[in-house]
């Protein structure tokens, strides 16, 4: 059997499966995937207590808080005014800024590299409906005084965390020169498919005073302002509301107009923290969903972690009176409990907005579909978005081959491997790879540690005369599985919800 198995045989919410390099014993059982102990990587091995960091917030003075609090009623004084076009306070200098998202073509979640105060780079995850959030070990890097503050996760119940001032945020080609963020405290909770995720990227990047945007074929997120900002040719505009259907305000979580499941009209939240949409029980039934058994775990801003073991799969969801329709749809029951004056029926995520190019001006109420071009031609805009180093030398420096089984496994392709001397960091290469006839496989990817040139592994008989090509690349391989280090590892994407 392969070691990259198939799709049935592992739990859903392992997205992939991993192979490692050289051939698998004759004993050798299929490497399903699990969080790996961050024991021995390079940023988690830091042991500094958080009774460091508590007794730092018993030294905060009711001054210095003041200031605070006097910044942000600073801040809700511009932002209520609307009137802002120019970059958002405390923004770089320019009008547009671009940063690279780490590996795009899976459709996961929308994760970023960011520098705070010359640390990192950290990979953070982007949510625009969260304040940011940081690891502790990244609290701990940053050395800084904290205080203490609440978190509320989805069921509306308070946490404790962290509260601290950090300067000099950036992301891409992007400085933030002061925010106040949170914390949590315990390491990993972010943790993603293999990821060491430090955090969460949230409003106080994603301003709504500047329209933000994301492009997965070219590998890229952006933030433009206001004055720069013109939609995209041949894009779909969704009207964004801050009135639910039976006349409540929602402020904080505009509904997109004219939304269906199954032919009934429901108030929708865009969310482009989560890869699935979630749909409130209650409506399951008169939507048509059908039941499908699933695993999921869920994990909220405050790092509350939530199990989901069905999903309800609608025939359509369409947006009315525009050509947005998506069939097929996969639904999570809708968590959120936080707000005590409404409650919507759910979240249209990053799985219903996969077939796009996205752009979203909260300010005017506006998101902007536009339809996706294809990853395979844009393979050197993603190359060229992490700089010369690998812009400079991809496809070329690294060398793929998918070659004919061996005698003793005549069903397994084998795919051989192996880069440049002149590849001298970690890399993560995506691979793209179809049948004979064009239908496409899943991506692979192929996970390189520092000093690792090079690996073989068999394959799925399903792989056999496939065509292979490097389609994405970054310096930011996923960890395999322990009893692998050392090594590089294969990875098969699996899809996280159906």
Not at 221 to 238: D, R
Request: aromatic content about 8%; glycine content about 10%.
């Amino acid at each position: 059997m392969s070691p990259l198995g198939t799709r049935a045989e592992h739990r859903v919410t392992e997205k992939f499966r991993v192979s490692v390099g050289g051939f698998p014993r004759e004993d050798e059982t299929p490497a399903t995937w699990e969080k790996p102990r961050y024991g021995n990587v390079k940023r988690a091995a830091h042991t500094r207590p958080l009774a460091r960091l508590a007794s730092a917030s018993r030294l905060q003075s009711v001054g210095r808080m003041q200031n605070v609090i006097a910044i942000w009623r600073l801040a809700v004084l511009v932002l209520v005014g609307g009137c802002a076009i120019g970059a958002p306070p405390g923004f770089s200098t320019g009008n547009t800024w671009t940063f690279p998202l780490v590996d795009p073509l899976a459709d996961g979640r929308l994760v970023v590299p960011v520098t705070i105060h010359g640390h990192g780079p950290y990979l953070f995850e982007i949510d625009r409906d969260a304040r940011t959030v940081i690891d502790p070990h990244v609290a701990a890097d940053l050395g800084l005084p904290v205080s203490g503050t609440r978190l509320d996760d989805y069921h509306d119940t308070t946490h404790p965390g962290l509260e601290m001032e950090v300067t000099d945020i950036e992301v891409g080609d992007l400085t933030l020169s002061y925010a106040v963020v949170a914390g949590v405290l315990a390491p990993n909770r972010f943790d993603d498919d293999g990821r060491r995720i430090y955090g969460i990227l949230g409003r106080e990047v994603l301003a709504d005073s500047a329209v933000f945007g994301f492009d997965r074929d070219r590998g890229i997120a952006w933030i433009q302002s206001e004055n720069a900002f013109q939609p995209p040719a041949g894009a779909t505009a969704l009207s964004l509301s801050n009135t639910s259907s039976s006349g409540t305000k929602v402020y904080w979580q505009p509904v997109i107009e004219g939304v269906e499941v199954g032919g009934v009209a429901v108030d929708m939240h865009p969310t482009f923290a989560a890869v699935p949409s979630e749909l409130d029980r209650d409506k399951w039934h008169a939507a048509s969903l059908a039941p499908l058994d699933w695993g999921l775990d869920l994990v909220d801003p405050s790092g509350t972690a939530r199990h989901v073991d069905q999903l309800g799969v609608a025939d359509r969801v369409d947006v009315t009176d525009t050509s947005v329709m998506r069939e097929h749809v996969a639904f999570a029951p809708y968590g959120d409990q936080r707000f005590p004056f409404y409650h919507l029926d759910g979240t249209l995520g990053l799985d219903f907005f996969r077939p796009y190019s996205v752009a979203a001006d909260w300010h005017h109420g506006k998101l902007y579909l536009k339809p996706r071009d294809g990853a395979d031609a844009d393979a050197k805009l993603r190359f060229a978005r992490w700089g010369d180093d690998l812009a400079t030398c991809l496809p070329d420096c690294a060398h793929i081959e998918l070659l004919p089984p061996r005698d003793d496994r005549p069903a397994q392709p084998i795919l051989e491997v192996h880069t440049d001397p002149s590849v001298t960091g970690d890399l993560e290469l995506v691979v793209r790879a179809t049948t004979k006839s064009g239908k496409p496989l899943p991506i692979l990817e192929i996970n390189l540690p520092h000093g690792v040139h090079g690996l073989a592994s068999r394959l799925e008989s399903r792989y056999l005369g496939a065509q292979v090509a490097v389609v994405d690349a970054s310096p930011f391989p996923r960890f395999c599985p322990e009893s692998y280090t050392g090594g590089g590892c294969i990875m098969r994407q699996a899809a996280q919800v159906p």
